[in-house]
């Protein structure tokens, strides 16, 4: 597998992911695809040798996994996990106000978004609405309008000369979309214009009317293989689509006997707080349906390892001195094993050793990074989920640059790269040290 055949698939996995609702119904779609069977968390199970199956939670989630042939609690599982979310600009319950004749919508900033590139872009709405059928029932269904509806100008310089001294933004005031012109006419009904959306979208649901919405804005230009040479991936959401998609194709791919299982979390950009997210219960309450609970589970966690996949920071050459001299990931240069002495990567010697050695095998190139000293770092699902299960751990992830940008830069050949380690990872026979 080359990055010429690997990322356009993941470009196109990208596209139709603008929400992470719409990134979880894109994976359960291919694993259907695949012939992995939809769970009902609300229904009893009956799994057992090669049995492949999924469960969403939310919509926003999902936890995928196949039976191996040996049993769980002697050979432990394999466990790739990433998160669904990406910072972003999402629209409030009560949006629509007017200004000087154009209507806008109101926007509340989700996770630690760089708020200076959202303006001057071409933006787009998508998400998850909850409507009233003709029938009287409530049903969930996703919308995304595609094409560019909003746009977030920026103030002219002639009328901010001192725009590059020390900018602050203020997102209530200065980051509102611009929506339409209303030239006059009555205000539109946001949720009308959702239930427009909704019925041109899904025909067959009989939708009389939109009761509540989680919507988003993203930006419309669709990720594509950029530099002189081709040497760069640019895109909304790597961060962390990329590590849900390379999860997944090394789930689908994979030829092993071990039993191996996907989790995509919710909410990691938001501390990870909620039934959904990393800290809920989703993960350990499927291992305990897969396992067994008690000994069983305790048993089968001593033998198993989860690889936490979400992007890390590339050194960027205009700004290099933000780097530790000695802990430099470049972009091309292969997935990076993270590195904090506080604990807010789950690394340690014997998880890198091990993913060492996977990626020596692989032929596959490794880096290392640890923060400057007097620099504090970013946060994964690999901490929560190792306290909260109980299980090693080692953090990992491709090299990026503009990391929560609505438009982020990787390595051309870093994805392929990171599936081909974490396709050897689930096809090891065994795990070194373990």
């Given at each position: 597998?080359?990055?010429?055949?690997?990322?356009?698939?993941?470009?196109?996995?990208?596209?139709?992911?603008?929400?992470?609702?719409?990134?979880?119904?894109?994976?359960?779609?291919?694993?259907?695809?695949?012939?992995?069977?939809?769970?009902?968390?609300?229904?009893?199970?009956?799994?057992?040798?090669?049995?492949?199956?999924?469960?969403?939670?939310?919509?926003?989630?999902?936890?995928?996994?196949?039976?191996?042939?040996?049993?769980?609690?002697?050979?432990?599982?394999?466990?790739?996990?990433?998160?669904?979310?990406?910072?972003?600009?999402?629209?409030?319950?009560?949006?629509?106000?007017?200004?000087?004749?154009?209507?806008?919508?109101?926007?509340?900033?989700?996770?630690?978004?760089?708020?200076?590139?959202?303006?001057?872009?071409?933006?787009?709405?998508?998400?998850?609405?909850?409507?009233?059928?003709?029938?009287?029932?409530?049903?969930?269904?996703?919308?995304?309008?595609?094409?560019?509806?909003?746009?977030?100008?920026?103030?002219?310089?002639?009328?901010?000369?001192?725009?590059?001294?020390n900018r602050s933004i203020n997102p209530q005031k200065e980051l509102v979309p611009l929506l339409c012109d209303l030239a006059?006419?009555?205000?539109?009904?946001?949720?009308?214009?959702?239930?427009?959306?909704?019925?041109?979208?899904?025909?067959?649901?009989?939708?009389?009317?939109?009761?509540?919405?989680?919507?988003?804005?993203?930006?419309?230009?669709?990720?594509?293989?950029?530099?002189?040479?081709?040497?760069?991936?640019?895109?909304?959401?790597?961060?962390?689509?990329?590590?849900?998609?390379?999860?997944?194709?090394?789930?689908?791919?994979?030829?092993?006997?071990?039993?191996?299982?996907?989790?995509?979390?919710?909410?990691?950009?938001?501390?990870?707080?909620?039934?959904?997210?990393?800290?809920?219960?989703?993960?350990?309450?499927?291992?305990?349906?897969?396992?067994?609970?008690?000994?069983?589970?305790?048993?089968?966690?001593?033998?198993?390892?989860?690889?936490?996949?979400?992007?890390?920071?590339?050194?960027?050459?205009?700004?290099?001195?933000?780097?530790?001299?000695?802990?430099?990931?470049?972009?091309?240069?292969?997935?990076?094993?993270?590195?904090?002495?506080?604990?807010?990567?789950?690394?340690?010697?014997?998880?890198?050793?091990?993913?060492?050695?996977?990626?020596?095998?692989?032929?596959?190139?490794?880096?290392?990074?640890?923060?400057?000293?007097?620099?504090?770092?970013?946060?994964?699902?690999?901490?929560?989920?190792?306290?909260?299960?109980?299980?090693?751990?080692?953090?990992?992830?491709?090299?990026?640059?503009?990391?929560?940008?609505?438009?982020?830069?990787?390595?051309?050949?870093?994805?392929?790269?990171?599936?081909?380690?974490?396709?050897?990872?689930?096809?090891?026979?065994?795990?070194?040290?373990?």
């Open positions: 597998m080359n990055a010429d055949t690997f990322n356009p698939d993941l470009l196109e996995y990208l596209r139709r992911s603008p929400t992470p609702f719409h990134a979880v119904a894109s994976m359960a779609q291919q694993l259907q695809a695949q012939g992995f069977t939809a769970l009902d968390e609300g229904a009893s199970w009956s799994v057992s040798h090669k049995d492949a199956g999924f469960i969403t939670r939310n919509d926003s989630s999902l936890c995928a996994f196949r039976i191996g042939s040996s049993p769980i609690s002697e050979t432990g599982l394999r466990i790739i996990g990433a998160h669904t979310d990406s910072p972003c600009l999402k629209i409030k319950p009560r949006p629509e106000f007017c200004r000087q004749g154009i209507l806008q919508l109101g926007v509340e900033v989700y996770g630690g978004a760089l708020l200076a590139p959202w303006f001057d872009r071409d933006l787009s709405l998508a998400g998850r609405v909850t409507c009233k059928t003709r029938e009287g029932k409530s049903i969930s269904v996703l919308i995304d309008f595609e094409k560019p509806i909003a746009t977030i100008p920026s103030l002219a310089i002639h009328l901010n000369r001192d725009i590059h001294k006059g006419e009555t205000e539109p009904d946001f949720r009308q214009m959702l239930a427009d959306q909704a019925r041109q979208q899904h025909p067959d649901a009989k939708i009389e009317a939109v009761i509540d919405f989680e919507i988003s804005c993203y930006d419309t230009q669709p990720g594509q293989q950029v530099g002189l040479n081709g040497d760069y991936l640019a895109s909304a959401r790597l961060d962390n689509l990329l590590s849900c998609y390379v999860g997944l194709r090394s789930l689908l791919d994979a030829d092993c006997d071990t039993t191996v299982l996907l989790i995509c979390n919710d909410h990691e950009e938001v501390g990870s707080v909620s039934a959904a997210g990393a800290q809920g219960p989703l993960l350990r309450s499927t291992l305990e349906r897969l396992c067994g609970a008690g000994e069983s589970l305790t048993r089968a966690l001593s033998h198993s390892l989860l690889v936490s996949t979400d992007n890390a920071h590339a050194v960027h050459p205009n700004y290099d001195d933000k780097h530790d001299p000695q802990h430099r990931p470049r972009l091309n240069g292969g997935p990076v094993i993270k590195f904090n002495a506080n604990q807010r990567y789950a690394t340690n010697s014997v998880t890198a050793a091990i993913f060492r050695d996977l990626c020596a095998k692989a032929k596959v190139p490794v880096q290392t990074i640890a923060m400057r000293s007097d620099m504090a770092c970013g946060s994964t699902i690999g901490p929560i989920t190792a306290s909260t299960v109980g299980i090693n751990t080692i953090d990992v992830g491709a090299p990026q640059l503009g990391m929560h940008s609505p438009r982020e830069t990787t390595g051309w050949h870093d994805p392929a790269w990171l599936y081909l380690a974490l396709k050897a990872f689930f096809e090891a026979p065994t795990l070194p040290g373990q």
